[in-house]
T-cell receptor
Framework: ETGVTQTPRHLVMGMTNKKSLKCEQH?????MYWYKQSAKKPLELMFV???????ENNSVPSRFSPECPNSSHLFLHLHTLQPEDSALYLC??????????????FGPGTRLTVT | EDQVTQSPEALRLQEGESSSLNCSYT??????LFWYRQDPGKGPEFLFT???AGEEKEKERLKATLTKKESFLHITAPKPEDSATYLC?????????????FGQGTELSVKP
């Protein structure tokens, strides 16, 4: 257990569905991240939140919508996804998401399949 | 452009056969280089952070070293439970958001 939990662990959705991924960290960190991990590709950073403020959007399509209500919770709202969006979505947290950022701790991920 | 390349892509070892994994990087001002271990179906597990050339860190059978252009993860007398994908990532001092740039990973398999 890393102190970062994600739900659901597995999700199958159709292209017209709307669903949300949830992440919670119990480490007292101030920064949270969403990553996408596709087969045979490096982890891709999607969004960064530092003290609840979004500090980075790595050119992610608008069908992915993040929400960070507080420093412990992070959501990723999904709508009208494409089959190529099928991947492992990982949440991470770190003590600081600014210039002093250090190691990030990852959750177990949500395996998303878009049909 | 910041970039990380890991080699080999896959490595098969016999139990007890020591070896090294390579992580070559280019970054505009290194804040830190990170090693992670990832088991199938799980999230990456943090192993080490290295900050400057010449630094070394150890944990059980793993030892990470850093130069100005690359990092090595040395595995001494590996066991089957060391089988996993090992990921390397760098963080730039010029990035405000804690962004990590990851390599593709090295998939390690240790046979008994």
């Amino acid at each position: 257990e890393t102190g970062v939990t994600q739900t659901p662990r597995h999700l199958v959705m159709g292209m017209t569905n709307k669903k949300s991924l949830k992440c919670e960290q119990h480490l007292g960190h101030n920064a949270m991240y969403w990553y996408k991990q596709s087969a045979k590709k490096p982890l891709e950073l999607m969004f960064v939140y530092n003290f609840k403020e979004q500090t980075e959007n790595n050119s992610v399509p608008s069908r992915f919508s993040p929400e960070c209500p507080n420093s412990s919770h992070l959501f990723l709202h999904l709508h009208t996804l494409q089959p190529e969006d099928s991947a492992l979505y990982l949440c991470a947290s770190s003590q600081d998401g600014g210039t002093g950022a250090g190691e990030q701790y990852f959750g177990p991920g949500t395996r998303l399949t878009v049909t | 452009e910041d970039q990380v390349t890991q080699s080999p892509e896959a490595l098969r070892l016999q139990e007890g056969e020591s070896s090294s994994l390579n992580c070559s990087y280019t970054v505009s001002g290194l804040r830190g280089l990170f090693w992670y271990r990832q088991d199938p179906g799980k999230g990456p597990e943090f192993l080490f952070t290295l900050y400057s050339a010449g630094e070394e860190k150890e944990k059980e059978r793993l030892k990470a070293t850093l130069t100005k252009k690359e990092s090595f993860l040395h595995i001494t007398a590996p066991k089957p439970e060391d089988s996993a994908t090992y990921l390397c990532a760098v963080q730039s001092i010029y990035n405000q958001g804690g962004k990590l740039i990851f390599g593709q990973g090295t998939e390690l398999s240790v046979k008994p």
